[in-house]
């Protein structure tokens, strides 16, 4: 299929008549294009017919990008450059964010197109009411062949290709071959949410090299479980497990995505406890849709599109009180998708809060066992998705995985199990469950149902492991995956906040995402204006923009693992308290209460706190750095000795520090 609407050569463009390319571009749209859509396009057309006289090469018009739901204006392939073009008809201003738009672009092309990666690409910003200015060009201090956007009148468009020329090298760039190559991306799941939405397929927005199992198979196969079990009306659930960053949620919403008609019996819905996640995914799905909306022409209100987002996205726990007003009739959907249901509530969290909260006194059911009866309703088929993250419980009561097969043995005896064949992994905490349904019929282990490499860290999917290594405190393979992550993910160590926030804000270009991350019980940061009791907002933390002090661009507000989990940014602030500190025992679980840090001695919780920097340390998909403050000798709260040895610990498995 292809990606642009309209294609040619410089040469043959020239020589068409422009409303034979408008032609071209509309019958190619897919969408109604509108007459300021078709007047746009005639005026971009015009104007290259007259800047691109002098130049050999190809062209191609709105050239998708999947994984933000967008389409470059222009492409153009001329010698060993890549340009690409952002037309702003009618505009005087180069705003700043038309400026980060056509950078998104031009890195998108450089991280996720192999055809485009090693070449250089010149991202142009055309203004065309702008007044002359003398452009800028020059490369930027990444070195990565992307240069800094380029804001160009309508006049200077052909002085900017030729003096942009002289700052590429490299052989001329074949444009069959270039236009051939595949594209890979990895989209935050936001990205991933809105596209899927949109209508995109998981093979367009995932990648699909030989390192990863692509997510296309994984989803594949649970579809097959879920025909196969109304075929032949039985109940079946699955465990799909998988390194952090590796494309679970993914998967939950791609399966939702195909089956979003609740008039079709493979109805399904999307399930999360994860309540910033949940929240955050329903407004940039409900924005999203308003804008395009927008954009064609047509009026739709805000609460219309939330009305639909939240039938698409629910929470769990509102899913599971609309079960329990009555409780005999089955949920609407014969398929349900739970997104981190390790994190699901143990019998003694559920009975205690159906007793506090809904005046259940003698509630007998863990979540997970109240969850599949709700499913278990239905007369002829169903079928439950749990997407299983390992490491990931992070809070009082979640059961994780074992209580789900516990569940199964004590009440579903005929229910089809389909496992992961990574579910025996020490991290999921199953073995030993596990043993008991070796002898029980109807058990499958596919090795489809896990997703070993992360897709977060693009840069390098050695992160998820280096960071369990870290926290293991296995320090000679820490080393040696350091030295594999080594120049394709940055990480590095700083004892000063102030030089930590200046590293994000070099590292980061056009839009990209960068924050500080903090642990829930880092109580003593607040001398470096870190306060994790003040009240954060994570829907405009995650997507506001640079000029909302709400967001996490400002670096005032910070996320806790409980705003973060699930979700992540490109470059990421870790400020490690004294909370999780190294000894060397090992590790030190710490709570601060009233004025002095006590120990944490129940091992679940200490469990948890582990679990936390986990989460913390695998959200950044392009790099970070990782504070440990250097204390203070006058505050007996914040001793360096709380801090030194972690500081030491970390520096000595080979981080760079700054």
Known sequence: ?????????????????????????????DFDVIQNQRDAWVQEITILQNALSAFDGSLYFEYSIPRMGKRIDVVLIIGAAIFVLEFKIGEKEFHSSAIDQVWDYALDLKNFHESSSNHSIVPILIATKAKDIAPVIASSPQNDGVLFPIKCSLSQINTVIREALLLTDGEKIDSEQWKSGRYCPTPTIIEAAMALY???????????????????????????????SKKNSKKSICFVTGVPGAGKTLVGLDIATKHIDKNNDLYSVFLSGNGPL???????????????????????????????????????????????????????????????????????????????????????????????????????????????????????????????????????????????SQ??????????????????????????LH??????????????????QILDLHVEEAQKTLAKVRGKYPIVLTRDLSKAKEWLKQKARGSERYG????????????????????????????????????????????TEFHIQGLEL???????????????????????????????KKVERQNYLKNAYRVLLTRARQGMVIVIPAGDPQDPTRNPDFYDPTYEYLKGIGFETI
């Open 451 to 468: 997703l070993s490499v992360s897709l977060r860290s693009f840069r390098s999917e050695h992160v998820s492991l280096l960071v369990k």
């Open 1 to 29: 299929m292809k990606r642009e609407y309209y294609s040619d050569s410089i040469h043959h463009f020239l020589e068409t008549k422009p409303l034979e390319i408008l032609g071209t571009l509309a019958k190619n749209s």
């Open 278 to 420: 949940v929240g955050i995914l329903r407004e940039a799905l409900t924005r999203d849709r308003v804008r395009h909306e927008k954009d064609q022409g047509r009026k739709i209100t805000k609460g219309t599109v939330m009305s639909e987002t939240k039938m698409f996205i629910q929470n769990v726990h509102n899913f599971r009180d609309d079960c329990l007003r009555d409780p005999v009739k089955p949920p609407i959907e014969h398929v349900a998708l739970f997104d981190e249901a390790q994190r699901a509530w143990n019998l003694q969290q559920t009975a205690g809060f159906m007793q506090r909260k809904k005046g259940q006194p003698n509630f007998s059911q863990s979540e997970p066992e109240f969850l599949l009866s709700c499913l278990d309703r239905h007369p002829d088929w169903a079928v439950v998705v749990c997407l299983v993250g390992g490491g990931q419980e992070i809070n009082t009561g979640e059961a994780g995985i074992s209580e789900w097969i516990e569940s199964l043995q004590r009440s579903f005896p005929n229910w089809h199990i389909y496992i992961s």
């Open 570 to 600: 490109d470059w990421t602030c870790v400020v490690w308290d004294a909370d999780f500190r190294y000894t060397e025992k090992g590790w030190e679980h710490r709570s601060f209460c009233g004025s002095s840090w006590n120990y944490i």
């Open 198 to 228: 949109n209508g995109h397929s998981v093979s367009e927005i995932s990648r699909s090299d030989a390192s990863a199992i692509n997510l296309s198979q994984t989803s594949e196969a649970i579809s097959e479980i879920i025909y196969s």
């Open 423 to 448: 579910l025996t992994d020490s991290e999921y905490q199953a073995g030993e469950v596990l043993e008991k349904i070796k002898d029980r019929k109807n058990v499958f282990y596919k090795n489809e």
């Open 516 to 559: 500080i991350a903090v642990s829930s019980q880092a109580q003593r940061l607040k001398p470096h204006a870190i306060d994790v009791r003040s009240p954060m907002d994570p829907i405009h933390w995650f997507l506001d923009d640079k000029d909302d002090v709400r967001s996490s661009y400002y670096l005032e507000d910070v996320a």
